[in-house]
């Protein structure tokens, strides 16, 4: 029994159990742990990976063996993108990783830190928040996804380099870099699943496009080096995420030494860990609350009876809106942007009730399936934030059963930042307009599809029709 290993289903020769992983992962890995167990040993190619479908066995390898389970595959495209993955996100289990982590958490995203970005997340979602007025001047629906994304965009890339993304067009630089990233990491590399055909690649892979969007980010990375070396010249040390780091750097009571390559894989992991998770959060809820106006009217009411006279809501009131978190956990729940979280691999050899998991090992949790379990949600299907009301339940990876973020030592560190940014968007966006589906449009007609790939933005551009309301007056 000790090396008995979890149930698998059939698999090809050669491909293994590739073609059952469709263009939805997560939907195909669900129905195929209906059949299979909540453990069970796929292999993708030439890949052994355990597939983790429910709250028990997440916390086995999240709580309960969560050293063994603390590392990273070596994936083809982070390692030409990242300096050989010399990031956080990528980053093997062990003393690089440790120490850059630590550095995140108490340097770069604390809540002191996410706290000190507060003015530049009310100046950001301002400026969003112009764009939908203008928008509505139209009497055409509104492209919303577009400003969502180009709002996540702006957001991160201020909290990152601060001024110097306005200039000469670099917003859309950095939008360009992004999309690319998005695009190669969550591609199909041959060498992933077929390590032996490493060789390949070259015909087939995506390694020289990677490679030269490396070099795109690195030109990028260079300018903000100097520019902050430039402004360093004048004592003037600005209040971003790159500056903390090239400062941190000189800082000669730093134990840890760190590189200009991994102070540009780590800025670009912020970029790229940051305003997708953030966009798609912001467009699934705006789409929900359309479909559910139910809800909308809800949210709607509470806001406004915090904002009170003062006729608008700031982020020092959103302690108090209780809907408004239970709205978002609601989203996060039943569309997690990253579906099946970050693959982990197992540094030993490892027992999970009667099962025996090999060293190196990949690691797929497959948080949506857990996070729609009829085990542990009443009409999983259902969006209904009232599920998260008078209770603790929290995705801050103490609940098994709801792990957008992850959990364990891997748990992204980047939940403090993206929920204070949601928190406010949402909150104005609900505020400030009355929002409505396009003339004529049912609620069933709202297509709430996801696009293929193993992030989940909304397959179709959201489009909506919005109505500037009395409390605009107070933006
Ligand atoms: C709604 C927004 C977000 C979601 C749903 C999300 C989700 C996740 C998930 C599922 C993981 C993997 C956790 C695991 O392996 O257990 C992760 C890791 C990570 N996230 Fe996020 N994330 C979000 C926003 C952010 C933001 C805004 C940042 C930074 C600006 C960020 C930075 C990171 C980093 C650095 C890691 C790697 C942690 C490690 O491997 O040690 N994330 N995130």
């Not at 969550?186 to 390590?195: A, I, K, R, S, V």
């Not at 070099?215 to 520019?227: P, Y």
């Not at 690691?363 to 599920?387: C, H, L, Q, T, Y």
Request: aromatic residues 8%; glycine residues 6%.
């Amino acid at each position: 029994t000790k090396t008995k290993l979890p149930p698998s289903p059939p698999r090809l020769p050669f491909i293994g159990n590739l073609h059952q992983l469709g263009s939805l992962p997560h939907r195909s890995l669900q129905a195929l742990a209906e059949k299979h167990g909540p453990l069970m040993l796929l292999r993708l190619g030439q890949v052994p990976t355990l597939v983790v479908s429910s709250a028990e066995m997440a916390r086995e390898i999240m709580r309960t063996h969560d050293h063994t389970f603390a590392s990273r595959p070596s994936l083809k495209t982070a390692n030409d993108l990242l300096g050989g993955s010399t990031d956080i996100v990528f980053a093997s289990y062990g003393d690089y990783w440790r120490q850059a982590r630590k550095l995140c958490t108490l340097h770069l995203l604390s809540a002191k830190k996410v706290h000190s970005f507060r003015l530049a997340r009310e100046e950001e979602v301002a400026l969003m928040l112009r764009k939908i007025s203008r928008a509505c001047l139209s009497p055409d629906p509104m492209d919303l996804s577009e400003i969502l994304f180009s709002f996540a965009n702006d957001m991160l890339c201020r909290a990152i380099t601060g001024n110097f993304f306005r200039e000469g067009g670099r917003s859309d630089l950095f939008r360009q870099l992004i999309e690319e990233n998005t695009y190669l990491l969550t591609g199909f590399h041959l060498e992933d699943f077929f390590p032996s055909l490493a060789w390949l690649e070259v015909l087939f892979g995506l390694g020289a496009r990677a490679k030269r969007n490396a070099e795109r980010w690195n030109q990028v990375f260079e300018e903000v080096i100097k520019d902050h070396d430039d402004r360093m010249k004048d004592g003037n040390v600005e209040n971003n995420l790159a500056d903390v780091l090239l400062c941190l750097q000189k800082d000669p009571s730093m134990e840890f030494s760190l590189t200009e390559e991994n102070i540009k894989a780590i800025l670009m992991d912020m970029f790229a860990a940051g305003t997708d998770t953030t966009y798609i959060t912001l467009e699934w809820a705006m789409a929900e609350l359309a479909q559910n106006s139910e809800v909308m009217a809800k949210l709607q009411d509470e806001l406004r009876g915090i904002a009170k006279e003062k006729g608008l809501v700031r982020e020092e009131d959103l302690s108090e809106a209780s809907y408004l978190k239970a709205v978002i956990k609601e989203v996060l729940r039943l569309h997690p942007p990253a579906p099946l979280l970050v693959p982990r691999e197992s540094l030993d050899d490892c027992h999970i009730q009667s099962y025996h998991i090999p060293k190196r090992t990949r690691v797929i949790v497959n948080g949506w399936a857990i996070n729609r379990d009829p085990k542990s949600w009443e009409a999983p299907k259902e969006f209904r934030p009232e599920r998260f009301m008078g209770n603790q339940i929290d995705f801050k990876g103490n609940d098994f059963q709801f792990i957008p973020f992850g959990a364990g030592r891997r748990i992204c560190p980047g939940m403090n930042f993206a929920i204070s940014t949601v928190e406010l968007a949402l909150a104005k966006l609900v505020h400030h307009f009355d929002w409505k589906l396009p003339h004529g449009m049912m609620r069933e007609d709202l297509d709430m599809t996801e696009a293929p790939g193993l992030t989940t933005p909304r397959k179709q551009r959201l489009q909506l029709v919005a109505k500037p309301c009395g409390y605009y007056e107070g933006l």
